[in-house]
């Protein structure tokens, strides 16, 4: 089956105010660049945003934030968005803050059918203010929903047109369980490839999981924080 198409904008045509993106990505690597230049185009408002990171200024989710598209987010580490601070510090942005690693496994859950997990991750903390807890051979844990969105924008280095995937280092972070966690999955991808290229046993995610795929290309390699030793 051919997932093609043309451009982040005809994948996004069904996007709608209010709705839910996941988006791949490990600070700023791996992240679905031309799919959130499409959504900052088509100016979706009132989105609630699944990522690990809330991008920089001026750049991934930052594009959102700083045209105020973006309702809340669901995150893990946010701490290199100036913007991003100004706005939950004044009530225009709802932010729900996961440990890295429950962020993961809600997401994973979501993909699997499973609703809910316990963990022990946050116990005793703010992560586990009005959840329900409970004790399992003589340690306590939070009970955790599970994460799924309408959409999910995949960022890998390969894929063929049928959607199969093959990610790189670091962008295997998050992008594998969002994939499988939406209604309607688009990956775009730095190289596409025919079929057969990519080998079967490194396939990272199977072509079942995606709706449509582009090459997204050329890409510039974005540096989140650099550090310089004097000389």
């Known amino acids: 089956m051919d997932k093609r198409i043309s451009s982040p904008d005809d994948g996004i045509a069904n996007l709608r105010d209010g709705m839910t993106i996941l988006m791949g990505g490990f ?3 791996g992240i679905p660049e031309r799919l959130i230049d499409a959504v900052w185009r088509k100016g979706t408002k009132d989105l609630t945003i699944v990522s690990n990171n809330a991008g920089v200024d001026g750049a991934g989710i930052g594009l959102l934030l700083q045209n105020r598209q973006v ?3 669901i995150s893990s580490y946010v701490g290199e ?3 991003f601070e100004q706005l939950v510090l004044t009530g225009e942005l709802e ?7 429950t962020l993961a496994e809600r997401l994973r859950a979501g ?8 963990t022990p991750t946050g116990y005793g903390t703010l992560v586990a203010e009005g959840k329900e807890t409970r004790e399992f051979d003589g340690r306590q844990f939070v009970l955790e929903r599970a994460l799924r969105g309408d959409f999910a924008f995949i960022k890998a280095w390969k894929g063929d047109r049928m959607g199969n995937l093959l990610y790189r280092k670091t962008t295997r972070n998050f992008n594998p369980m969002m994939a499988t966690a939406a209604d309607y999955v688009i ?3 730095e190289q596409l490839v025919a079929p057969g290229e990519l080998p ?3 396939v990272h995610t199977p072509g079942i999981f995606i709706d449509a795929i582009f090459e997204g290309g050329p890409y510039i390699k974005r540096i989140e924080k650099r550090t310089v030793r004097k000389l």
């Open 27 to 29: 600070g700023l690597c």
């Open 200 to 202: 079967p046993d490194q």
């Open 111 to 118: 993909g699997a059918g499973i609703p809910a997990f316990y």
């Open 95 to 101: 932010v729900e803050l996961n440990p890295q690693g």
């Open 71 to 73: 309702k809340k987010m």
């Open 81 to 83: 968005n100036k913007l």
């Open 187 to 189: 990956a775009e991808v």
